[in-house]
């Protein structure tokens, strides 16, 4: 099996912090540049390359809105709370308020293509695409 923790998959962390960015997944003679969700950021590129593109993507979009398919069909609108090697876990967006429910869901590692970044109008609380 492939994925975190297994040699094929190498840590690439931030300069300075050192806070994980993804990972650098062998494929072939080449390697991939995997993000923190567990998505694939480039094709088979070289390594330099794969490190370069962990560097520029960061983690600023961790904290992005996002939206989430659920299986009847309906789309919400959510936020990342935790990211782990073996589980996504998101929660409805509660748009800065302290005193909003929040319902969350745990979501496997990688994510599923379910989970995707926000289409909607951000600026609207039933922005939802759709």
């Known amino acids: 099996m492939s994925g975190p923790g297994t040699p094929d998959w190498i840590e690439h962390r931030r300069s300075g912090d050192r806070e994980l960015l993804g990972w650098v997944r ?10 923190r969700i567990g998505r694939e950021l480039t094709g088979v590129v070289d390594w330099h ?8 993507h960061g983690l600023h979009w961790l904290a992005d809105r996002w939206q989430l398919t659920l299986d009847d069909g309906r789309v919400v609108r959510v936020r990342i709370s935790e990211v782990a090697t073996d589980r996504v ?3 409805t967006d509660d748009f800065g308020a302290v005193d909003v429910a929040v319902t969350t869901w745990v979501l496997p590692f990688p ?7 926000f289409t909607g109008d951000p600026f609207h609380i039933d922005g ?3």
């Not at 062998?26 to 993000?35: E, T």
């Open 128 to 130: 939802l695409p759709g």
């Open 49 to 56: 390359d794969a490190e370069e593109a962990l560097d520029a």
């Open 111 to 117: 994510a599923p293509a379910t989970l995707a970044p």
């Open 89 to 91: 876990v998101v929660g």
């Open 26 to 35: 062998v494929d072939g003679d080449g390697f991939v540049a995997v993000d």
